[in-house]
């Protein structure tokens, strides 16, 4: 599996993104897929996962509401379109896919065995 994420960059406090990441390598439609962040000198986090259909999502606590994932099955793609982002959404972003978890709780980075390279997050206030 190759996983590709894009669409970071400088915002304000406030403003809304949309990252992307495109998958590639094996059959996109069975695996659940998920946004994690790490932000500076912290642990890499949970932010959102979705299942194989995109019907079920999960959200960590501090992005309900303002975050949705979503998924293309038709040309490979999940998106997580991030809106009211606050100085500590600040963060490099990582898509991750695996093919045994549902996309329905709260997940560890090791839930997932696939990684994409990240895409850089930075909100100014």
């Known amino acids: 599996v190759q996983l590709q994420a894009s669409g970071g960059g400088l915002v304000q406090a406030g403003g809304s993104l949309r990252l992307s990441c495109v998958f590639s390598?094996?059959?996109?439609?069975?695996?659940?897929m998920a946004w994690f962040r790490q932000g500076p000198g912290k642990e890499r986090d949970f932010v959102a996962a979705i299942g194989q259909t995109g019907v079920v999502t999960s959200y960590a606590d501090s992005v309900k509401g303002r975050f949705t994932i979503s998924r293309d099955n038709a040309n490979n793609l999940v998106y997580l379109q991030m809106n009211g982002l606050r100085d500590e959404d600040t963060a490099v972003y990582y898509c991750?896919?695996?093919?045994?978890?549902?996309?329905?709780?709260?997940?560890?980075?090791?839930?997932?065995?696939?990684w994409g390279q990240g895409t850089l997050v930075t909100v100014s206030s």
């Open positions: 390598g094996r059959t996109f439609k069975k695996y659940a």
């Open positions: 991750a896919a695996d093919p045994h978890v549902n996309g329905r709780y709260d997940y560890r980075p090791a839930d997932f065995a696939s």
